[in-house]
């Protein structure tokens, strides 16, 4: 008895111990950024002039416009290149669903890196079609945060019978297009949302296509002005920071505790072998 | 039979322009890589392969795959316990679910917003260095070790960690309380328990972990573009200065077999991944 109790203490005290340790690790760097971006180095104590300029400075508030109409451009463009593609396998294609999910998921597999130097050729014609605005990066983006928004959807719809929701309304006289808008749809609107919040914190944490094509987005923006001003480029960082967390934590909550333990415990990359949703 | 065949193929049609879009801009781009290596001036040739046996980018491969290693270790290790610490409370508790969450976002929280956190915290000016070096007179403040490989290291420890937390968490629920109790009745110690039990079947799942924190820190590019301005001691990074600088001249497709490296490193890593998961799932489920 006694030993086992001697145990569990023990257990309680390494659970403590490696909870404090990494907690501070991962508090400390954004305590820090706070401290920092707050501190007065002309006088002593605290100046938000730093935080100001998030609105005023005009470079800073034009990437963050720029990055917060990408964000919702790449959702957009998720959702109608995906949702439709999606439901259809679902209901006539079942032979090509692994496919499609390879390719989803193939983006994990091929660093951003390695897609932009191939893409040399595509973003001339992209320039040459639409114009040099930042704005056609939402259609490289749309790749980028596929295999995120593909797990969210994915999701969404094996919670619910696609196949039999589908033949109900199709046996009503329902079309194809109404089954899909009007029945299914409304019935993975949380998927929906966890896809776009996902894509959306992933836009504006972009940096690796923006640098490297030369637009100025948020991030692109932050990285350049810490040159001019490091205290202004912390604060913007804290704050996108938060942004993005707040997107991600509230999504979490909001698709529910039964659901949230897969969303959230789903791993990042692919697992092939899955088991499958009915089992557990 | 014929038409069903052409039922078949006719609602296959409706995935078209996800496919057309796919082909554009993921599969041509990376077939541009492969082809792109192996052409100089539009002719085949060997040229840029040959151009990766250059003295300074094998350094930097190396310099790679060191700081790949080391931060899948160290995220290894420290996310294995902070998930034991995890796993070990209430299944639906609130720590579970806050932990959780957190690493959801931390384990995407690479980039730009990263590098400056810690320039904040432990750069020249930054908050810990100056706190530090007061305290205990150190010489972090007039230190530019963060900017080097050993700062990487410990930038990088920042998302692996949060990462090896949520994949290796499904693994850890797969370890049935049941067979510590059978262990114990059967006499074994806690040391025996995980000697026999616990470490062979966690094994598969740790390696295969590490394989993917290894891939993650070899294609990350955001973080360390932000601390190191100058100078390429990362492959990430030489592929940067080969898309930007106009001083390789004559080795213009040197970004598309830097590129090539980096994809067939990734996909080594990630092929012997799925192959350790494959193994870890027959017991999972």
Redesign the interface.
Known sequence: MSASSAARTRLQVFRVVILVLTGAFFLIPLLAMLDFSTRDFLAEGRTWAAWGLLVTDPLLRGSIIISLVLSLLTALGMIVLLVPTMIWVRLRVQWMSRIVEFLCLLPLTVPPLVIIVGLKNVTLWLNYLIGDTPYWLAFLYVVLVLPYAYRALDAGLSAINVTILAEAARGLGASWLTVIAKIIVPNIKTALISASFISIALVLGEYTFASLLNFDTLQVTIALQSKANAQESVAASLASIIFAAALLIVLSFVSGGRKARRTVGTPIAPIPVEPTRETQ | MARSRVA?LS??L??V???A??V???I??????AV?AFTTAGRPSLANVAGLADGAILNSLWNSIVLSAVTALIGGV?GA??A??VV??RP?GL?R?LV???C??????????L????????SG????SIWLDATFGTAFTSSTWLFELRGLMLVY??FQ???MV??F??ALDGIRIQWREAASNLGAT?WQYWRHVGLPLLTPAFLGSLL?LF?NAF?A??TA??LVSQGSPII?LW??SA??SEVLLGRENL??A???E??VV??IV?VA??LL??RT?RW??
């Open positions: 078949r609602s296959a409706g995935l322009p996800f496919l879009y796919l554009i801009f993921l041509v781009p990376t077939l541009a890589v792109g420290v316990l902070l034991y610490a070990t409370g639906d720590l679910r959780t969450s957190i959801g976002v931390l384990a995407q929280f690479g980039g730009v917003t590098a400056f956190a810690f320039i904040a915290t432990i000016a930054g908050v810990v420890s920042y960690i949060p990462l949520i994949v968490l499904p806690t993917l891939a294609a590019y955001a573009a932000a990430p592929i940067r898309l930007t970004a598309y830097l590129a090539l980096m994809v990734v996909a990630m991944y799925s998961m494959k799932a999972l489920q």
